[in-house]
């Protein structure tokens, strides 16, 4: 299964944030859109990080509540994993696994076209052994 049958399935709608948007508001962001990261995407729309909720409490962690007012610049990855449609799930998941990430965009000719978080990744695999089990079950009982 290629990356562009998660997008099929989920959607390619992708929430993102300028790097200038205060961590207030990315939270509220990340809250209204029911996600743990977002990508943050510079004035040319190129992809100038990401962030999750994870760096967000490593900086209030490590600085306290004075992040809040700060940009999503100071506190974003920079170094982005990034996958194609045409990857395939497996391979992502052994990036995933890894890098120990969550959140990888989908770039198609450079562009933002999705994104995929290892929770896609697991309902996948799950639905694909549901699928096995079903055939195995079906090629018993038939004897």
């Given amino acids: ?3 562009a049958d998660v997008l ?3 959607g390619a709608t992708v929430a993102t944030v300028s790097p200038g948007t205060t961590v207030a ?4 962001g990340l809250a209204r859109h ?4 977002m990508v943050v995407v510079d004035a040319e729309g190129g992809i100038a990080g990401i962030v999750s909720e994870r760096d967000v409490v490593r900086k209030l962690n490590d600085h306290g509540p004075s992040v809040l007012q700060g940009p ?3 506190i974003m990855t920079t170094m ?7 990857d395939p799930v497996d391979q992502l998941s052994v990036v995933m696994t890894e890098r120990r ?3 990888v965009p989908v770039l198609d000719g450079g562009r933002l076209a999705g994104i995929v ?4 990744v697991v309902k996948i695999r799950m639905e694909q052994l549901e699928q096995s089990q079903e055939q195995l079950e079906a090629y018993i009982a038939q004897g």
């Fill in 80 to 86: 982005v994993a990034s996958c194609t449609p045409d």
């Fill in 101 to 103: 990430i969550r959140h």
């Fill in 8 to 10: 099929q399935r989920k």
């Fill in 34 to 37: 029911n996600v743990g990261a």
């Fill in 72 to 74: 999503v610049a100071d």
């Fill in 1 to 3: 299964m290629r990356i």
């Fill in 25 to 28: 508001e990315l939270l509220a």
């Fill in 117 to 120: 978080s290892i929770g896609d």
